[in-house]
């Protein structure tokens, strides 16, 4: 996958991007943004461009087409590939909620069926493609995407890290997940994606201290010269203490950079993905 690629267009007119993940040789890994050609987020259309989200207010019919034209550009879902066999199945969601939960990622039919979760964990040694997902993916609007995979590419894993789930230790229990299903933490390779930044993630001053007293390499001051957080650098921090040794941050930050959905800059808005795919175990390519 290239850094970046734009592929099918949205019902709404915006091209799916991708900005590639380093997940190493076999795995493969992307984070969106809002769509090339995306118009601005107004208060007309806080979920203008590719918002993924089903939760956040957006209309659901649109969120599910949004949905499939990102499988279509990943080649996943129902379908067949020109010249080739059916797709692979589709993505694993999780509804998010701000803990240190690991589930293991599962075909879903419905909306409804995504497991409570801050990270979602996928083996592709575990059971035949037909009854596993393709990948599993993570929603952010501010807070971490973390991508995993193992060094063979057959476990990944998709984690939200926001304040509360990084301070409570999710990024820990996602390594120790895939350790539990043959993923070595020295072998893993880690991508983190569009976050907001410690320079713009201003806290109150008892947030800091007690986030800091739990997780000191968080302690961040703003551009402005005010408390903050760097969210970011506290999952780097925990995936070293883990034996993650290769980490890829590429530092983009959501408040600043448009392509991105923002809570923090636009309050109700949408939500990017971060997807990573499992490399195929039983002949089945993606």
């Given at each position: 996958?290239?850094?970046?690629?734009r592929?099918?267009?949205?019902?709404?007119?915006?091209?799916?991007e991708l900005?590639?993940a380093?997940?190493?040789?076999?795995?493969?890994?992307?984070?969106?943004?809002?769509?090339?050609?995306a118009?601005?987020v107004s208060?007309?259309?806080?979920?203008?461009?590719?918002?993924?989200?089903?939760?956040?207010?957006?209309d659901?019919?649109?969120?599910g087409?949004?949905?499939?034209?990102?499988?279509?550009a990943?080649?996943?879902?129902?379908g067949?590939?020109?010249?080739?066999?059916?797709?692979?199945?589709?993505?694993?969601?999780?509804?998010q909620?701000?803990?240190?939960?690991?589930?293991r990622?599962r075909?879903?039919?419905?909306?409804?069926?995504?497991p409570?979760?801050?990270?979602l964990v996928?083996?592709?040694r575990?059971?035949?493609?037909?009854?596993?997902?393709?990948g599993?993916?993570?929603?952010?609007?501010?807070c971490?995407?973390?991508l995993?995979?193992?060094?063979?590419?057959?476990?990944?894993?998709a984690?939200?890290?926001?304040?509360?789930?990084?301070?409570?230790?999710?990024?820990?229990?996602a390594?120790e997940?895939?350790?539990?299903?043959?993923?070595?933490p020295?072998?893993?390779?880690a991508a983190?994606?569009?976050?907001?930044?410690?320079?713009?993630y201003?806290?109150?001053?008892?947030?800091?201290?007690?986030?800091?007293?739990?997780?000191?390499?968080?302690?961040a001051?703003?551009?402005?010269?005010?408390?903050g957080?760097?969210?970011?650098a506290?999952?780097?921090?925990?995936l070293?203490r883990?034996?993650?040794?290769?980490?890829?941050?590429p530092g983009?930050c959501t408040?600043?950079d448009?392509?991105?959905?923002s809570h923090?800059?636009?309050?109700?808005t949408?939500?990017?993905v971060?997807a990573?795919?499992?490399a195929?175990t039983?002949?089945?390519g993606?």
């Amino acid at each position: 996958m290239s850094t970046t690629g734009r592929h099918d267009e949205t019902p709404e007119g915006t091209a799916v991007e991708l900005l590639a993940a380093a997940l190493g040789p076999r795995a493969r890994g992307c984070f969106t943004t809002r769509g090339a050609g995306a118009p601005p987020v107004s208060a007309q259309d806080p979920y203008a461009g590719l918002n993924l989200a089903l939760h956040v207010g957006d209309d659901a019919a649109r969120v599910g087409r949004a949905r499939r034209r990102l499988e279509e550009a990943l080649g996943l879902g129902p379908g067949r590939r020109a010249g080739a066999g059916p797709r692979p199945p589709g993505l694993a969601w999780m509804n998010q909620i701000h803990s240190a939960v690991v589930a293991r990622a599962r075909l879903q039919t419905r909306p409804d069926d995504a497991p409570a979760a801050d990270a979602l964990v996928l083996s592709s040694r575990a059971s035949p493609a037909a009854r596993r997902p393709a990948g599993a993916a993570v929603m952010v609007a501010d807070c971490v995407p973390l991508l995993l995979a193992a060094d063979d590419g057959t476990i990944v894993a998709a984690v939200h890290a926001g304040r509360r789930g990084m301070l409570d230790g999710v990024v820990t229990a996602a390594v120790e997940a895939m350790a539990g299903l043959g993923a070595d933490p020295a072998g893993l390779w880690a991508a983190i994606g569009p976050a907001i930044c410690g320079s713009c993630y201003e806290v109150p001053e008892r947030m800091l201290q007690e986030a800091a007293a739990r997780e000191p390499a968080c302690a961040a001051l703003t551009r402005w010269g005010t408390p903050g957080l760097d969210i970011a650098a506290g999952v780097v921090a925990q995936l070293r203490r883990a034996g993650v040794r290769r980490i890829d941050r590429p530092g983009w930050c959501t408040y600043e950079d448009r392509r991105f959905y923002s809570h923090r800059r636009d309050g109700t808005t949408g939500r990017i993905v971060g997807a990573a795919l499992a490399a195929p175990t039983d002949g089945v390519g993606q």
